[in-house]
Structures are given as structure tokens and as C-alpha cells.
């Protein structure tokens, strides 16, 4: 097997490369080292992962300490650089974790996210397409289900009103590819994570933010009056089902029906999986576990709903115990616990 990893620099991508090393024959990465966040953390991620020099645009960069693993500047955009890439290492398997995120954002940065969401994942079907990848497995998020509000949210809801820019680049990216699955038999799933949280966490998330604020004894904002509930999921949890689904390709659904369609299947090889803790936890007792992991309590400023946000997250996962046998089960309080150790660590407070 020989992965490329989208967004390897990213929160997600770091973590999976560091599992696909203990089993893969080749793992590249790449990112573009964006500065949506601090790029120092992005670079410190992939030292972590035996990365040094420079990174120029194109420089391919052998691992250090893991032979196994080459990283690359290349932006998603970059179709020319993308090809290279892909002509050079004969990739079996592609993991499209790159991406504009954020949902706040998307509000004031419109265009950042048509150009990374649109025109790089379009970049990465054609690819897929002519140079015969077995599977292609790509991020997509627990926003695309936007107005829902039956809950838990399943894969076979209806999911045709987002709130926010950011969804509806993750729902495209969705119909994109069972366009190519239809077309031309490329295997795609989708990944729709519900609120990914851990060590080497993105600092724009609002567990970094609380943990960074109740260290400092600056108040917290907490949106919705804290009326406000979320599927916490443990990075490791989701490395695990990304992992799985890696391994087993998306299949044709011999009993879907255009009569009752299954939005998360086809007549083509394609589906969609949610990965979630399968427990909503409210926003309070979330910051609550914080505090006790600091041994800190917070400042609290309750704020009115920010827009694009919803307010509940639950994830049905029913698909990814049948289909696959696994379901995440870490607790709160130890993803919490240990990403608390990591923070104080790598940022040396507390």
C-alpha cells in the first residue's frame, strides 16, 4: 500500500501519518503550511514526524527518523504539482484530509474556500481518476447536516440545508465524488468527523482556546449561553475508523433503490460514514472537564449563537459498526486529561 496524505502538516493528517507508518510501505504527505493558524505548530508537527529543512514549494523531504514517510509543499490547486506527485509514487490509496477549515471563518474568507474545497478536491478526483487509485477516502463534517435536528444525525438524513460556507464545500465534495465514483468507478468515501479534539490540536477550536484563556486567567467565551452540545471525538478514535475505512473500499450498494435512496450509499462505489463518540456532551460540563483537568475554573462570558453554528452535534455510527466493526469509545476525561498534558507541555505553562 502506498498512501498519499492530504493536509499532513494539519491536526488529523499528523496523526494518522504517524499510524499509517507502522503498516504502509510508502506514506506521502503533503501540505501547503497555510497560515489560517500559526504555522509554527504545523512545523513543529512535522518534526515530530522526522521532517527538517526548509520546506520550499516542491522540495520533497525524506523522513529522518522513518524512511517510510515524504513530505512535499504542494498546494491542492497546484494541479501540475499534484500530477507529479502522483506519476512519480504510483499511490494505491489517497486520504484527503486537506482543506480550508473552519466555520467562522468561512463567513469573512468566502474565496479561500472555493479555491482549497473546490478546486483542490476536484484537483485530487481528476488525479484519482486517471492514474487508477484503488480507494480514495476524504474529510468531510458533521456541519453538512446543517438544519437537521432529528437526532442522532445518520448518514441516511437528508442533508441538502448547510448553514455555513464551510458545510457546503464539505456536502459538494460529497456529491463531487459520487460523480466520479458514477462515472468513471473511482472508489470514495466520505468521512463526516463530529468535533475532533486531542494533542496537536487546531488552536482556532474551543477547547485550545478555553485551555489557553483559563491558563492565562483571561475569561472565556461561551457561545449559546452554553446551551450548546457537541460529540466530542478523540483524535486516536478517529485515526482508528480512518484507518478501517483506508482499508476497505467503498463498494456498490446492490440494494439501493432511486424508489428510497440511501444518500449514504450508491448503485456506484461510494459512501459516507460518520465517526462520533455516539454522546453528545453540553458545552458546560465540556468546559467543566476542562477546569478540572487544569485544577483552574473559568471566567465565563456567556454570548449570544455565533453564526453557522448549530447547536447540537449527535452522530450515528451504526454503519461503522456493521461495516467495519468499530466504534469510538474514548472518554472525556481522558482525551481531555491528555491534552492538557500535551498543551502544558509543548507550550511550557502550568
Not at 13 to 19: D, I, N, S, W
Not at 49 to 72: A, C, D, R, V
Not at 159 to 184: F, R, W
Not at 210 to 234: C, H, Q, W
Request: proline residues 5%; aromatic residues 12%.
Amino acid at each position: 500500500m502506498k498512501v498519499l496524505v492530504t493536509g499532513a502538516a494539519g491536526f488529523i493528517g499528523f496523526h494518522l501519518v504517524k499510524r499509517l507508518l507502522k503498516e504502509v510501505e510508502l506514506c506521502v504527505g503533503i501540505d501547503n503550511i497555510n497560515d489560517y493558524y500559526d504555522p509554527k505548530l504545523k512545523i513543529a508537527r512535522l518534526r515530530e514526524l522526522g521532517i527538517e529543512g526548509e520546506l520550499p514549494s516542491q522540495h520533497k523531504t525524506i523522513s529522518k527518523t522513518n524512511e517510510k514517510f515524504i513530505f512535499s509543499k504542494v498546494d491542492l490547486e497546484d494541479s501540475n504539482g499534484l500530477e507529479l506527485l502522483f506519476e512519480e509514487f504510483g499511490f494505491t490509496h489517497v486520504i484527503n484530509l486537506a482543506a480550508q477549515a473552519g466555520v467562522r471563518y468561512s463567513i469573512d474568507n468566502p474565496r479561500a474556500y472555493a479555491k482549497s474545497n473546490l478546486v483542490g478536491f476536484l484537483n485530487v478526483l481528476e488525479c484519482c481518476r486517471h492514474f487508477s487509485i484503488e480507494h480514495l477516502s476524504y474529510a468531510s463534517s458533521s456541519s453538512v447536516y446543517g438544519m437537521n435536528t432529528q437526532m442522532p444525525f445518520s448518514t441516511s438524513d437528508n442533508v441538502d440545508h448547510p448553514i455555513s460556507l464551510y458545510a457546503a464545500t464539505k456536502k459538494s465534495n460529497e456529491l463531487m465524488a459520487h460523480t466520479y465514483s458514477h462515472l468513471y468507478g473511482v472508489p470514495t468515501t466520505g468521512v463526516r468527523f463530529f468535533t475532533v479534539y486531542g494533542p496537536w490540536g487546531r488552536p482556532d477550536m474551543a477547547y485550545f482556546l478555553f485551555t489557553k484563556a483559563i491558563l492565562n486567567g483571561d475569561p472565556i467565551k461561551v457561545f449559546n449561553d452554553g446551551e450548546m452540545s457537541r460529540d466530542f471525538t478523540y483524535i486516536d478514535d478517529i485515526v482508528e475508523g480512518l484507518v478501517r475505512i483506508n482499508r476497505s473500499p467503498a463498494v456498490a450498494d446492490q440494494a439501493w433503490s432511486s424508489d428510497s435512496p440511501n444518500p449514504s450509499s450508491s448503485t456506484a462505489p461510494f459512501k459516507v460514514y460518520n465517526i462520533g463518540n455516539n454522546g453528545p456532551v453540553n458545552l458546560l460540563t465540556f468546559i467543566e472537564t476542562i477546569e478540572k483537568s487544569l485544577g483552574i475554573e473559568a471566567v465565563k462570558n456567556f454570548m449570544p449563537m455565533q453564526p453557522g453554528d448549530v447547536a447540537a452535534t449527535y452522530a450515528d455510527v451504526q454503519d461503522l459498526i456493521d461495516n467495519l466493526g468499530y466504534k469510538p469509545e474514548t472518554s472525556l476525561e481522558y482525551g481531555v486529561g491528555k491534552f492538557v498534558k500535551w498543551y502544558k507541555e509543548f507550550y511550557n505553562v502550568g
